[in-house]
């Protein structure tokens, strides 16, 4: 083995090196994200700003886009990464993948130059295709639709080739149905219809469907996979609390779409079954809380990777609080009614998209560096620790102050604009303008300062970890030899 | 697999949780398919909660409560033609199309919300149509079209927040408008709540534009 | 028929909501952590976790106005039961997932390949 610390790009499989091209890009677009959130959030606070030049609006969609694109990047590399290692075979296909990344990020280029050059175009079917969808989160163009599901079947190619060449463990199992359910669900929000109701009744089959069911599935996986590699956790374990996982998101996540069905014209039974799902959906986080609890104190937290089984414990908690107490404080359509479509759903998606998917990605980045550095060590006294300790404790703090601001402004929004005021435009600005609302905004920004403050720390730590470290990676025996 | 010995406890067993996801999974999939198809049925346009588009558009729009369901629900009521311009079927569902359209290139949804969903930064333009900002209900089309025409000129409220010109053409603004109109005749279960529509008890029977089109109301509870 | 939230209950509708799941963690926990440390001490704290879900569903049942209509009623006696069961099945699914040849596992040396 050569030097420890050096980066060992050659030693690395085919689904490797593109993995950290995939890892490349996700993290630039967080760094896109984090920077027109900043953006957006400082028009709250000043509207004169870059007004006319990048309105609320175009730093808003670019704040959303890139969030889902690096997640799927960040998801893509992942499984990627451990493609060949589950498998054990070379990837299938991998000069087509190696394109395909080339394809894609091209293809996010160009739609974010349009984004931001181009902004709005007539109203005409043409601008839908060409230049923005005008529909949040999936706003890219229809021509970028039909590129993403042509990227994701030859993603789902080399993935589902490769496990049938190899072998398919569990985990590949269910990533490979997992990976046909994402796509297939992508294709209900291609499709144009003059009826707002049927559009956003269709919009949530992908949001929801993508959001709280197949992501988590996949992330899922990626769980499993980082558990078997940093804790030696024993490999049956893992794969059957993936399958327990499976169905507890699936059979509380899937009709739990009811809860998205209350107000946009669908019947009044959705209030039933969305009710009765949203009491069920937090069973399945809080099992994944104890079983995590459970099987830390089982390996007495003795890992080869610190910095990723602290996010991956940071995982479960996010996904806790961010989806499970968060999203139940506020999804009984008695209380709906008057905090749908105000800041508590901000407050509610910035705390679940970070704490179930960026921490995820952000442990599996870790895992990937790790080997790339020649498998450095990464465990207790790790040199130049303090960055992963204080960019996660940075990027905590920030996102929780964000959180906690938004909830105080929404739960001021809901009752002077939504409650007394019944969601006029006049209401609209008397809740804007509450003293409570502007507090909230000035804290969310300070908040979003620590939080990008975070950031940067957390990028110059994927850059440099490891980089003075001549000890080799920790072994930790595992429980049992890997199926 | 390769792992061959047996789980003494079977419902902690690997091949036991496979087959529940699998079954759960297929389970709940087809309830959703199932109550899929009736929900579309019931949102399709000409139904009892969305309205046909020539019904809306030729109709007056009214929002109020229902004691049996217990929430406002929205009313047709008698004629009241947009534009002063009785539209067939076809005529009402290419100018809807024409201001969905507006509404998606203009990327409406990265600011409002539109039945509650998008971005938080302008107001819900759920019940627009029926929003008392554009003064009386005779001078409320005109106004309409004005603003969305040349929204960077009116005064909206006191934080300084302005909606940028984004070129809406006068065609543009018009559809945006029959849009509009016609999603405040969808009956979304009472979302919002509490709203109170503008007064078109005593609204002129329409065809001729005001003259003056009605200024932007300044929110009068807005705080310093 | 749905009965939206009074005004003067919002912040007891939120306030209650959140304690029952945080509750419900707590509970979990607490029962996960005294079964498998053996302290059971930590048992009676477990089930005052859950006499405080209890009493947040109760208040967020009331404050929400779930017992005015049958389907929330029952509803509401689902998640007492179910949030009460469920722990027990988690620590149960714990054990038993963990407990398949445990002690005469060999020990593998790890490294990622």
């Known amino acids: 083995m050569a030097a420890i610390g050096l980066p060992k790009t050659a030693e690395m499989n085919g689904g490797q090196k593109l993995a950290m091209k995939y890892f490349t890009v996700a993290i630039a677009l967080f760094g896109a994200q984090v920077l027109f959130g900043m953006l957006a959030g400082l028009q709250y606070l000043n509207p004169d700003f870059l007004f006319g030049i990048?309105?609320?609006?175009?730093n808003r969609t670019l704040h959303v886009n890139a969030m889902v694109v690096w997640l799927l990047f960040g998801f893509i590399g992942s499984v990627y990464w451990l493609l060949e290692d589950e498998a054990g075979v070379p990837i299938v296909g991998l000069g087509l993948a190696n394109l395909i990344f080339w394809v894609f990020t091209l293809a996010v280029v160009v739609v974010v130059l349009v984004y931001l050059l181009v902004q709005v175009g007539p109203g005409e079917q043409s601008s839908i295709w060409l230049i923005n969808e005008g529909r949040e989160y999936i706003e890219a163009p229809r021509w970028a639709d039909i590129g993403i599901v042509v990227c994701v079947l030859a993603f789902f190619y080399n993935v589902a080739a490769t496990f049938m060449k190899g072998k398919f463990t569990n985990i590949g199992g269910v990533l490979v149905m997992d990976l046909v359910a994402l796509a297939g669900i992508y294709l209900a929000g291609?499709?144009?219809?003059?009826?707002?109701?049927?559009?956003?009744?269709?919009?949530?089959?992908?949001?929801h469907l993508w959001v709280e069911a197949t992501w988590e599935v996949l992330v899922g996986c990626l769980m499993a996979y980082g558990l078997i590699k940093t804790m030696g956790v024993r490999r049956k374990i893992v794969e059957t609390w993936l399958y327990i996982e499976v169905a507890?998101?699936?059979?509380?996540?899937?009709?739990?779409?009811?809860?998205?069905?209350?107000?946009?014209?669908?019947?009044?039974?959705?209030?039933?079954?969305?009710?009765?799902?949203?009491?069920?959906e937090p069973i399945p986080l809080v099992a994944m809380v104890v079983h995590a609890v459970f099987d830390a104190g089982h390996h007495k937290l003795k890992s080869t990777n610190n910095p990723a089984l602290a996010w991956i414990i940071a995982q479960a908690f996010g996904n806790f609080f961010g989806a499970g107490v968060w999203g139940f404080m506020h999804t009984l359509p008695q209380i709906n009614l008057y905090t749908h479509g105000t800041q508590w759903t901000a407050s509610h998606g910035h705390l679940a998209f970070f704490g179930a998917y960026a921490t995820m990605v952000i442990a599996f980045l870790y895992i990937a560096l790790q080997k790339w550095r020649?498998?450095?060590?990464?465990?207790?006294?790790?040199?130049?620790?303090?960055?992963?300790?204080?960019?996660i404790f940075l990027l905590h703090a920030g996102m929780i102050t964000m959180v906690m601001a938004m909830l105080i402004s929404g739960y001021e929004q809901s009752q002077i604009e939504r409650a007394i005021g019944g969601s006029d435009w006049m209401a609209y600005f008397a809740g804007q303008s509450h003293r409570w609302f502007m507090q909230g905004m000035f804290w969310r920004q300070i908040g979003g300062w620590v939080f990008t403050a975070g950031f940067v720390l957390l990028a110059w730590d994927l850059m440099t970890i490891g980089k003075r470290e001549t000890r080799p990676a920790l072994t930790v025996a595992a429980e049992t030899a890997a199926a | 697999m390769s792992e061959t010995h047996t789980q003494a406890l079977w419902w902690a067993s690997e091949s036991f949780w496979r087959k529940m996801a699998i079954w759960v999974t297929a389970g709940s999939f087809v309830v959703l398919i199932f109550l899929t198809f009736d929900t579309v049925k019931q949102i399709t346009a000409g139904t009892k909660r969305v309205p046909a588009y020539a019904n809306a558009l030729n109709h007056r729009i009214d929002y109020v409560f229902d004691e049996?369901?217990?929430?406002?629900?929205?009313?047709?009521?008698?004629?009241?033609?947009?534009?002063?311009?009785?539209?067939?079927?076809?005529e009402a569902e290419a100018l809807v199309s024409h201001g969905k359209l507006t509404t998606q290139a203009k990327n409406c949804m990265a600011c409002h919300t539109l039945l509650g969903n998008g971005s938080y930064y302008a107001p819900d333009l759920t019940k627009s149509w029926l929003d008392q900002t554009w003064g009386s209900s005779a001078a409320r089309e005109q106004a309409m079209v004005d603003f969305l025409m040349h929204p960077e000129l009116a005064a909206h409220n006191s934080l300084g927040r302005r909606m940028p010109n984004l070129g809406i053409t006068e065609d543009e603004a018009r559809a945006t408008v029959a849009f509009l109109?016609?999603?405040?005749?969808?009956?979304?279960?009472?979302?919002?709540?509490?709203f109170k529509p503008i007064d078109q008890t005593d609204a002129a029977p329409v065809a001729a534009p005001a003259a003056v089109p009605a200024p932007a109301v300044e929110p009068a509870s807005a705080q310093p | 028929m749905l009965e939206p939230v009074k005004l003067a209950d919002f912040f007891t509708v939120f306030f209650s909501a959140a304690s029952v799941i945080m509750?419900?963690?707590?509970?979990?926990?607490?029962?996960?952590?005294?079964?498998?440390?053996?302290r059971p001490r930590l048992m009676p704290l477990a089930y005052a976790a859950y006499v405080g879900l209890f009493a947040s569903v109760i208040v967020l049942a009331l404050a929400a106005n779930l017992f005015n209509n049958t389907f929330w009623s029952v509803i509401v006696l689902l998640m007492l039961a179910g949030y009460l069961l469920a722990p027990h099945a988690i620590w149960h699914l714990c054990v038993g997932t963990h407990a398949d040849k445990h002690d005469s596992a060999p020990i593998k040396v790890f490294q990622q390949r």
Do not use: C
Request: aromatic residues 22%; glycine residues 12%; hydrophobic residues 45%.
């Open chain 2, 68 to 90: 049996q369901r217990n929430f406002q629900v929205p009313v047709i009521g008698v004629e009241e033609p947009l534009f002063g311009k009785i539209l067939t079927e076809e």
């Open chain 1, 248 to 280: 507890l998101m699936f059979g509380s996540g899937i009709l739990g779409l009811g809860h998205h069905y209350f107000w946009i014209g669908t019947p009044e039974y959705w209030f039933t079954i969305g009710g009765f799902f949203s009491a069920l």
């Open chain 1, 190 to 207: 291609m499709y144009y219809t003059p009826n707002i109701s049927m559009d956003q009744h269709w919009w949530w089959w992908v949001i």
């Open chain 3, 23 to 38: 509750f419900g963690a707590t509970y979990a926990l607490l029962f996960a952590w005294s079964r498998i440390g053996n």
């Open chain 2, 181 to 194: 109109k016609w999603m405040s005749s969808i009956d979304t279960n009472g979302f919002p709540a509490n």
């Open chain 1, 54 to 58: 990048l309105d609320f609006s175009v």
């Open chain 1, 374 to 391: 020649g498998n450095v060590y990464m465990s207790g006294e790790l040199i130049g620790a303090w960055k992963w300790k204080w960019a």
